[in-house]
T-cell receptor, first 114, second 113 residues
C-alpha cells in the first residue's frame, strides 16, 4: 500500500528566507507525486506534479520540487518566501491504473513572519 | 466554468439526523471523490467513483453512502450522523488516469452535536 510522510507538522520562516518542505513516500512502482496548497477555509490547489521525465519540476507561485528515487523523497522548495505563502501544504502519491487513487500526507502548516 | 461546487458550505446536525452533501463538476471529469479532513490527519478518502455508474469504498467509508447520480454529480449521505463525523468534507474530481491532478471543491464544514 502506498503512503506519504510529512515529518514537519508546522514550520515558521521569515519572509524572504528560503523554504524546504519534506515529503517521503512509499510505493512499489514509479509513483505519481503531487504537492497541493490549502489556504485557510479553501479547498486544495495543485502546486506541481511529477510522473516522469526531469526529476526537478517547476510549479506555480515560484515553487519547485525534486524527485529523488534513492531517498523516496519529493521535497518542495522555494528560494524566497512571501507572506502570502502562509498556508498548509500537502504532499500526495497517486497509484497507477485506470483511475487515480491518491494518498495524502498529514500536511505541513507554514507560518511566515515579517 | 465553475469547477467543483459543493453545497452546503456549513451545516450543523444533531446526533442521529441525516443529510446529503452535494457535489457537482462541470469539467467533464470521469472520476470523483469524497474526502474528510480532520486536524493532524490530512485528507482521508471516504468513497470514490472511478466512472459514472461505479462507486467504491475508500479508507473510511463507515457511516456514509454515496450516489453517482450522473457524470457531473456525486453525493455523500450520512444516514445517522454521529459526533465523530464532525469534519470538513471535500469533493474532488479528475480526468481518468493516475497522472492527472484532482480538482477540489471549497469544502463543507459539518458539525454534529
Amino acid at each position: 500500500a502506498q503512503s506519504v510522510t510529512q515529518p514537519d507538522i508546522h514550520i515558521t520562516v521569515s519572509e524572504g528566507a528560503s523554504l524546504e518542505l519534506r515529503c517521503n513516500y512509499s510505493y512499489g512502482a514509479t509513483p505519481y507525486l503531487f504537492w497541493y496548497v490549502q489556504s485557510p477555509g479553501q479547498g486544495l490547489q495543485l502546486l506541481l506534479k511529477y510522473f516522469s521525465g526531469d526529476t526537478l519540476v517547476q510549479g506555480i507561485k515560484g515553487f519547485e520540487a525534486e524527485f529523488k528515487r534513492s531517498q523516496s523523497s519529493f521535497n518542495l522548495r522555494k528560494p524566497s518566501v512571501h507572506w502570502s505563502d502562509a498556508a498548509e501544504y500537502f504532499c500526495a502519491v497517486g497509484a497507477g491504473g485506470g483511475y487515480q487513487k491518491v494518498t495524502f500526507g498529514t500536511g505541513t502548516k507554514l507560518q511566515v513572519i515579517p | 466554468n465553475a469547477g467543483v461546487t459543493q453545497t452546503p458550505k456549513f451545516q450543523v446536525l444533531k446526533t442521529g439526523q441525516s443529510m446529503t452533501l452535494q457535489c457537482a463538476q462541470d469539467m467533464n471529469h470521469n472520476s470523483m471523490y469524497w474526502y474528510r479532513q480532520d486536524p493532524g490527519m490530512g485528507l482521508r478518502l471516504i468513497y470514490y467513483s472511478a466512472s459514472e455508474g461505479t462507486t467504491d469504498k475508500g479508507e473510511v467509508p463507515n457511516g456514509y453512502n454515496v450516489s453517482r447520480l450522473n457524470k457531473r454529480e456525486f453525493s455523500l449521505r450520512l444516514e445517522s450522523a454521529a459526533p465523530s463525523q464532525t469534519s470538513v468534507y471535500f469533493c474532488a474530481s479528475t480526468r481518468q488516469g493516475a497522472s492527472n491532478e484532482q480538482f477540489f471543491g471549497p469544502g463543507t464544514r459539518l458539525t454534529v452535536l
